[in-house]
């Protein structure tokens, strides 16, 4: 036998270096998932623990909460619905604004851009997701509400509206829809391009009719997760928005959103277990069966338009 082959391990030995390294990579991930669901607990247990006492005052009537129209603590009046009609009226305009551009810019970069316009591009567009959103509530508050005052939708004087909320929102998750419909879209076999392109199809039905509808499952998956996170944005439609309860289709008025309401009470005013610390609760947690309910509905639509490629 040569020295060479005294030198080798014998069989199976780097496998088993291997496992014991395994065995803690896999401890480390149920650790994280074991954290992740304990978390989520905790969240759900501290909603009910502090909402629940809120529906069970006298004072307080479920039947009005969920279905009046009018929030206000102060008399005790909590109908929920100004709130979060204005949660979910702004979260739409946002997507009026978001989708189309987020959309535009997913099939710029992955079916015409250049390789060098692509790597410089997603990455500012990745970085403009990660801005704090207060930024973007004082950028309403000095150049979108001006704009529009400038243009005559918003009255001279006015601060607060819920069309310059909409708009900001819209562009804080337009990143967030275009880079994951962009990476939904580039995951799409290329030899479904090279066929389309063999019959003769031109860039843009190839980008239209051929990636698009195979990235549907992707795309919506990313239409869902931008409106969930319209949904709950908070610091910038607080600025932008205002805290007035406003049950209107006026987006031109100002509104306040269930997190806008929580932020406002939330500064220090209410005592702990007075009626109005606890309907920051009670809010919370209709903001969370809402927030629950569009995950669920996005799972069904991923489901139902999801393609698995060999």
């Known amino acids: 036998m040569t020295t060479a082959e005294n030198a080798l391990p014998p069989p199976g030995a780097s496998g088993a270096r291997r496992r014991p390294l395994e065995g803690f990579v896999r401890l480390l991930l149920a650790a994280a998932a074991t954290i992740s669901i304990l978390i989520t607990v905790g969240i759900v247990v501290t909603l009910l623990g502090e909402g629940v006492p809120f529906f069970l005052d006298e004072d307080v009537s ?10 206000s603590p102060l008399t005790g009046e909590f109908g929920i619905w100004p ?21 535009g ?10 390789e060098g316009v692509r790597r410089a591009v997603k990455p500012i567009l990745e970085l403009l997701a990660g801005m704090p959103t207060i930024v973007l509530g004082f950028f309403a508050i000095d150049a979108v509400t001006p704009a529009l005052q400038t243009v005559g939708i918003i009255p001279e004087g006015q601060l ?21 419909s962009e990476d939904a879209m580039r995951a799409v076999p ?23 509808p195979a990235a549907l499952s992707g795309v919506m998956a990313a239409i869902v997760l931008g409106l969930s996170r319209a949904v709950g944005e908070t610091m910038a439609v607080t600025l932008a928005a205002g805290t007035q309860p406003n049950l209107t289709l006026n987006p031109t008025e100002p509104m306040q959103t269930v997190t806008a309401y929580i932020v406002q009470i939330s500064q220090g005013e209410a005592t702990r277990g007075s009626l109005q ?13 809402v927030t ?9 639509i991923v489901r139902r338009y999801r393609v698995v490629y060999q």
């Open 62 to 71: 479920l039947t009005d909460f969920l279905f009046g129209t009018t929030w």
């Open 83 to 103: 709130l979060l009609w204005a949660s979910l009226y702004i979260a739409a305009m946002a997507a009026a604004v978001a989708v189309p551009l987020g959309l």
């Open 190 to 212: 290329e030899a479904m391009r090279e066929g389309a392109y063999g019959v003769g199809a031109t860039r843009r039905v190839v980008s239209t009719r051929i990636v698009f």
């Open 277 to 289: 610390y606890e309907s920051i609760f009670a809010v919370g947690i209709v903001l969370f069966v």
């Open 160 to 180: 607060f509206n819920a069309l310059a909320a909409g708009i900001v929102v819209g562009v804080l998750i337009t990143p967030l829809i275009s880079s994951l």
């Open 292 to 300: 629950l309910a569009i995950n669920i509905a996005a799972m069904r």
């Open 105 to 114: 810019t997913a099939i710029y970069l992955s079916e015409y851009a250049p």
